[in-house]
């Protein structure tokens, strides 16, 4: 089969971006991100996750499948199944017809991923597109190379249990529009992404929960060392680790406007949007590393300087969306 | 960030594989550049792993010292917390942290144990006659 591995920061949008250019409608990984409305952030203090909130830099899982489906018209169909043998039954069957499959999978028990970056996490995006000698060929976006998998090490992370539960979740396109008119898709997500991002009333969401955490962090109490240290080692890593493509997916975001300024006809706007969300993206990374240097010696940490870092990236970010606010 | 600031830190998370990075190149285009790691973010990372690690260690000695069922060692050693492991195994969170007991642990059926024992990828015998290998 003809297919073509992409390097993409994020597991979702690159294999949403992957398989549509594949089926013959060209799209960057930033221009699946940015139209599905992928980007958002949001504090859950009561959502637990390794024993820390919740915080997230982009939507829920599934939300870029979504999101593009209603923006250009492409259809896909999904399956789940009862078992591993069906499962990887229907998988073999569609690789034979020719088909590249979507998959969910957890990152713990895919058998190429590196020791130390396996956690649980269910809702990881991959492309099976082929098989040879009973090892399946992986077009996994987060790594630069193809991958292979053997039958029981895919079957595994395909059935791996708890949240975001995958039970074998395959899908794959089955309508492809020839085109979609982009502009209106383009204007329409970045509306829904401003208002959300800039409006939602419940203060968790958006920059207002940036804000929020902010609050938190300055309020960390240092005497409880081990916490203070974990929770803002994992700060960093939901912004930076986790497939954002740099600043908790503000980079990607930035990209995302600028090649919608070259296919909308008030450009003047997307760009300097996009500027300021690049601008967002560096006080973002200037955050995280005022976080891993407070780890160090958390005791004599400044906690002020460190929230007011995540202020100053909130700040720059609403920029970007009032800048967007003139779209419209 | 600009291209030429997307770190390169040669992070041994990576077993040498690349992650992808927006930049913007030197004619203001934004592009995807490989990186190769940044020390921030390994140190996030392993932070997360040293902390399992240490949970681990804490829950072998209380293993050890007969206070504690082999559940929570084995539960922290497969890098989940109580929530993972409920949502997992489909049991309350208070449920599985009374299997912690030795006396309620040695009390189980085969049901239950089965449960443990796919979610930790090990056999009901071994679970039963469990022994820390190291």
Redesign the interface.
């Known amino acids: 089969m003809n297919f073509q591995h992409r ?3 994020h597991c979702e949008s690159g294999v949403v971006s992957s398989m549509l250019t594949h089926h013959g409608l060209p799209m960057s ?2 221009m699946a991100f940015g139209l599905s409305g992928g980007i958002t952030f949001a504090y859950i203090p009561f959502v ?1 996750v ?2 820390m909130p919740l915080i997230a830099y982009r939507m829920p899982p599934k939300k870029i499948i979504s999101g593009i489906s209603k923006k250009t018209g492409v259809k896909f169909a999904g399956e789940k199944f009862k078992n591993e043998q069906d499962a990887q039954k229907r998988l073999d069957e569609l690789l034979n017809s020719g088909k590249i499959v979507g998959l969910q999978t957890s990152v ?1 028990y895919l058998p190429y991923f ?7 996490f269910n809702a990881h995006n991959i492309i099976a597109y082929g098989k040879e000698n009973g090892e399946y060929l992986i077009s996994d976006p ?4 193809p991958m292979r998998s053997d039958e029981a090490g895919l079957a595994k992370a395909r059935f791996a ?3 975001f539960e995958p039970r074998g979740f395959l899908y794959y396109p089955t309508f492809i529009p020839d085109s979609f008119d982009i502009q209106k898709a383009i204007t329409k997500s970045i509306k829904r992404t401003v208002r959300m991002m800039l409006k939602t009333p419940i203060p968790i969401i958006g920059i207002k929960g940036m804000k929020y955490l902010a609050k938190k962090i300055a309020a960390l109490d240092v005497k409880n060392a ?1 916490y203070a ?2 929770f803002l ?2 700060v ?2 939901m912004q ?2 986790i ?1 954002t ?3 908790g997916f503000r ?2 975001y ?2 995302f406007l ?2 919608a300024a070259s296919l909308h006809p008030k450009s003047y706007i997307l760009l300097e949007a ?1 500027n300021l969300m ?1 601008d967002a ?2 006080k973002f ?1 200037e955050f ?2 005022l ?2 240097k407070a ?2 010696n958390i005791e004599t940490a400044d906690l002020n300087l460190i929230s007011q870092a995540l202020n100053n990236a909130a700040e720059a970010e609403a920029e970007a969306y009032k800048k967007l606010s003139s779209l419209f | 960030m600009l291209q030429n600031e997307v770190p390169q830190d040669n992070s041994k998370l990576f077993e040498g594989g690349k992650k992808a990075m927006y930049a913007v190149n030197e004619s203001g285009e934004y592009i995807i550049e490989q990186s190769s790691g940044w020390e921030v973010e390994e140190f996030a990372t392993n932070t997360a792993v040293e902390e399992f690690n240490l949970l681990t260690d804490e829950a072998k000695q209380r293993y050890l010292s007969g206070a504690a069922s082999p559940i929570e060692y084995l539960m922290y050693k497969n890098r989940m917390d109580l929530p993972t492991l409920a949502s997992i195994v489909k049991m309350f969170s208070w449920r599985i942290k009374r299997h912690f007991k030795p006396s309620n642990f040695d009390s189980l059926g085969e049901k239950i144990l089965l449960k443990y024992a796919d979610a930790f990828g090990v056999s009901v015998e071994n679970l039963k006659n469990f022994r820390i290998d190291n």
């Open positions: 390097h993409a920061a990984e930033a637990k390794a024993n713990f590196p020791q130390d970056m396996r956690f649980h987060v790594f630069d190379q249990k708890g949240v081990r240290k974990n080692a994992h960093i890593r930076e680790e497939g493509g740099g600043g980079f990607m930035a990209a600028k090649e996009s690049t993206g560096d990374r995280a590393l976080c891993a780890c160090k």
